[in-house]
């Protein structure tokens, strides 16, 4: 990696999304962001946190309540496989996926419409809902397409063979060591995303 740019300096980045975005391990990743870049790095995620509007402290209503940034990563999360349905990739729905993904942009465009959004696609959990993640992951995936909102396929990163050393106990939530072997990664992301605006 590179000396920090000066032009990244003084840019703001807020985090959104469910545990995955805010739990404390994830402060690893962030600080290699903050390392490389010298963002200012504020974290608005929730535990248990979707972008469907049935989950409670969803997504949208985090960017709703958050000041305004320079730059917005939605951290997908597994919890609307849990809780919500996908919805198609026209729908409007916010009960769904996909709708609230769609109002996710909305909410930011008409906070600052020189934002910068960034989506990180949600990782794989290894328990029981490992089977129903497909359709979700591949609606994010098609979704971000669609609307032209630049993505990190993280999915197929860890998989049954390598999560039990990046993953706790739970095989929901990533130890410190899986946010440290990601983070170089997203930050490539990073730079492939914000060169066009530097």
């Not at 980045?13 to 805010?22: A, Q, T, W």
């Not at 465009?109 to 990180?120: M, V």
Request: proline share 3%.
């Amino acid at each position: 990696m590179s000396p920090i740019r000066s032009d990244y300096c003084n840019l703001s980045v807020g985090v959104f999304g469910g545990s995955i975005s805010s739990r404390l391990e994830s402060q690893a990743a962030k600080d290699m962001w903050i390392k490389e870049f010298g963002f200012t790095v504020v974290t608005h995620g929730v535990g248990g946190a979707g972008f469907s509007g049935q989950i409670l402290n969803n997504v949208p209503s985090q960017i709703e309540n958050a000041p305004i940034y320079d730059i917005y990563i939605l951290w997908a999360s597994t919890n609307d496989a849990r809780k919500s349905t996908v919805g198609d990739l026209e729908t409007l729905d916010i009960s769904t996926q996909n709708g609230g993904i769609r109002k996710c942009v909305d909410i930011i465009k008409n906070k600052n419409e020189n934002a910068k959004i960034l989506f990180l696609i949600s990782m794989y959990c290894f328990d029981k809902y490992y089977e129903i993640l497909t359709p979700f992951i591949v609606s994010q995936i098609e979704l971000c397409e669609k609307i032209g909102l630049p993505y990190l396929d993280q999915s197929l990163f860890y998989n049954k063979e390598n999560f039990s050393e990046y993953f706790l106990a739970d095989k929901i939530h990533l130890k410190r060591e899986g946010y440290v072997k990601i983070a170089p990664i997203q930050i490539i992301f990073f730079y492939e995303n914000l060169s066009a605006a530097h």
